[in-house]
């Protein structure tokens, strides 16, 4: 196999934080559970994307991340596969909040995560809801209150649904910050910092993203603990 210096290279892939463990150069190589390979396979992927090979080891380990990577790299699975793998270790109860929490900037790239979230979890017993504004909150809220381990959903949608006090996040020890660069573009900055203060500091945050001008840079300065960072190709500002 390769080593992973020349996985690297090879794949114009950047790491910076201490230890960064190898990729994960292909599906066998990941110890994934069978189920979750048996979709991989499903969906006919033969190899890792390399934002997802390089930090699916990364998140496996509880530690924070930065990934940068441009948009069709496959991040989704980046951070949903070892989020399946955190609520197995967890095994919460879901009717008292999620344990997985992720804020996406639009309806159909929140709507795409949890088709892609109930796509590879299909055999293992996780649910997943999608709170989102322009639709109307009686019927998110009624699934809300069926209980859910992940929760996907708008900054705005979500930040009314925790006025009205319908969900806790005490219970979020996974938080992820899909496309962070368009949801501060969208200024759901001040709606992402209520938000975040709701859910405990003990938690592991990754932040997933395009690009990395400065205001992304200073809310994974704020939000993120000593975040192993992972780049793809040349950072785009
Ligand atoms: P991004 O969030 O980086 O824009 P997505 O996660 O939306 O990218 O993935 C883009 C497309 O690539 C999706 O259709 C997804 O199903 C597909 N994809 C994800 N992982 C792989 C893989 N390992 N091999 C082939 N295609 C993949
Ligand atoms: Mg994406």
Same mark, same amino acid.
């Given at each position: 196999?390769?080593?992973?210096?020349?996985?690297?290279?090879?794949?114009?892939?950047?790491?910076?934080?201490?230890?960064?463990?190898?990729?994960? /150069?292909?599906?066998?190589?990941?110890?994934?559970?069978?189920?979750?390979?048996?979709?991989?396979?499903?969906?006919?992927?033969?190899?890792?994307?390399?934002?997802?090979?390089?930090?699916?080891?990364?998140?496996?380990?509880?530690?924070?991340?930065?990934?940068?990577?441009?948009?069709?790299?496959?991040?989704?699975?980046?951070?949903?596969?070892?989020?399946?793998?955190?609520?197995?270790?967890?095994?919460?109860?879901?009717?008292?909040?999620?344990?997985?929490?992720?804020?996406?900037?639009?309806?159909?790239?929140?709507?795409?995560?949890?088709?892609?979230?109930?796509?590879?979890?299909?055999?293992?017993?996780?649910?997943? /809801?999608?709170?989102?504004?322009?639709?109307?909150?009686?019927?998110?809220?009624?699934?809300?209150?069926?209980?859910?381990?992940?929760?996907?959903?708008?900054?705005?949608?979500?930040?009314?649904?925790?006025? &009205?006090?319908?969900?806790?996040?005490?219970?979020?020890?996974?938080?992820?910050?899909?496309?962070?660069?368009? &949801?501060?573009? &969208?200024?759901?900055?001040?709606?992402?910092?209520?938000?975040?203060?709701?859910?405990?500091?003990?938690?592991?945050?990754?932040?997933?993203?395009?690009?990395?001008?400065?205001?992304?840079?200073?809310?994974?300065?704020?939000?993120?603990?000593?975040?192993?960072?992972?780049?793809?190709?040349?950072?785009?500002?």
């Amino acid at each position: 196999g390769l080593s992973a210096e020349s996985y690297r290279r090879q794949h114009e892939i950047t790491v910076s934080g201490d230890n960064v463990p190898a990729p994960f /150069t292909s599906f066998e190589s990941s110890g994934f559970p069978a189920e979750i390979l048996r979709e991989a396979q499903n969906a006919g992927f033969s190899a890792p994307t390399p934002i997802q090979a390089q930090s699916w080891p990364i998140a496996l380990q509880s530690r924070d991340i930065v990934a940068i990577a441009k948009t069709g790299s496959g991040k989704t699975l980046g951070y949903l596969i070892p989020g399946f793998i955190h609520l197995k270790r967890r095994r919460n109860n879901s009717q008292q909040g999620p344990t997985v929490l992720i804020l996406s900037p639009t309806r159909e790239l929140a709507t795409q995560i949890q088709d892609e979230a109930v796509k590879f979890s299909r055999s293992s017993r996780i649910s997943c /809801t999608c709170l989102y504004g322009g639709a109307p909150k009686p019927p998110q809220l009624r699934e809300l209150d069926r209980g859910a381990d992940i929760v996907v959903a708008t900054p705005g949608r979500l930040n009314d649904i925790l006025e &009205m006090r319908r969900i806790s996040l005490r219970q979020v020890s996974y938080l992820v910050l899909d496309e962070a660069d368009r &949801m501060l573009d &969208m200024g759901f900055e001040p709606q992402i910092r209520t938000i975040v203060k709701e859910i405990p500091a003990q938690r592991q945050t990754l932040m997933y993203t395009a690009t990395w001008p400065k205001e992304v840079r200073k809310i994974a300065a704020d939000l993120l603990v000593n975040p192993v960072q992972v780049n793809i190709g040349n950072i785009d500002e």
